[in-house]
């Protein structure tokens, strides 16, 4: 039995699909409000729970052998990237788990002060590798599924607005890619107790992703590049009345101004590993979009 958090979420959506194709047993752990009825139909076993409820993360781990940690923060690092994780790793040990997959972020190591979640994980990630259990770390940049409704805003508009140094240098990993080294990696010795840095076949520039676009759609791009003290303006104005958005803001800003890419060396071990070539973001993006 797998369980899943973040069951309905962008990675774990797939993750689950992906299981149950190959006939196993899925526990989606899952928020009453959410969407699960898809993965109802494909056979998952839906627990309904919150994972800021310790009570919740040990009646979910009951009787599993594999869990992964798919879920994200909804802006609150503390209670969900970080207490949840561990009462994870906690019952994964206390019920024997054979293998925990965590994903984390891209740069968790680097230490990033204004950044909660990249705070969050680095942690986990720690706690996870001294825990004694079997697990994989998988550290993705940025998700390509996440671009699509900026794909589509582009589609009607032409507009595409760049926050930062346009330069920046980015590893967009394809998310049907991610999810497939997630399942993949519970039975590849060569992911065994790794940490490994996920991203796409291509080094790309920011400035790269509305010329993508703009081959994808045959249209021009109308690129409005903004720099980041208008993001610094709107942290210091939620620091007045809603300090939990302010810190989101800070990881945000984490993301917009720095670089998060894997090397060729990196991404070449990879595909070594999980035995299949990368798609691109263009790739990506054509199948999604039907274009």
């Known amino acids: 039995m797998f369980l899943v958090t973040g069951a309905t979420g962008g990675i774990g959506r797939k993750v689950v699909r992906l299981l149950r194709q190959k006939e196993n047993l899925v526990r989606a752990f899952v928020r009453l409000t959410s969407r699960y009825g898809e993965l109802e139909h494909r056979g998952a076993d839906i627990f309904i729970g919150d994972l800021q409820l310790e009570k919740d993360i040990e009646k979910a781990c009951r009787g599993v052998q594999y869990i992964i940690s798919a879920h994200g923060s909804d802006g609150d690092a503390l209670s969900l990237d970080y207490r949840a994780n561990i009462e994870l790793i906690n019952q994964a040990k206390a019920n024997g788990v054979q293998h925990f997959v965590f994903i984390s972020v891209l ?10 979640v990249f705070k969050a994980k680095r942690a986990v990630e720690r706690y996870l590798a001294a825990s004694g259990l079997n697990y994989t770390i ?17 589609r ?16 967009i990993v394809s998310t049907d890619d991610l999810a497939k ?15 490994l840095p996920v991203g796409g076949p291509e080094i790309l520039l920011r400035e ?5 676009f703009s081959r994808i759609f045959n249209k021009d791009p109308i690129v409005i590049n903004s720099p980041l003290f208008v993001v610094d303006g709107l942290r210091s104005a939620f620091g007045l009345f809603d300090p939990q958005a302010q810190k989101a803001l800070g990881t945000y800003r984490t993301l917009l101004s720095n670089e998060f890419f894997c090397t060729k060396e ?20 054509r199948r999604y979009l039907a274009v």
């Open 208 to 212: 790269d992703i509305p010329r993508i």
């Open 266 to 285: 990196e991404i070449a071990n990879l595909e070594k590993i999980f035995n299949f070539q990368l798609e691109t973001l263009e790739s990506f993006l």
């Open 181 to 195: 080294m997630v399942v993949d990696s519970i039975t590849l010795e060569g992911a065994l107790n790794q940490i």
């Open 138 to 154: 998988l550290r993705p940049a940025g998700l390509a599924s996440n671009l699509l409704p900026l794909a589509e805003r582009f």
């Open 156 to 171: 009607e508009t032409g507009l595409y607005l760049l926050i930062g140094d346009p330069k920046n240098r980015t590893s």
């Open 107 to 116: 740069g968790a190591e680097r230490g990033y002060e204004d950044a909660p």
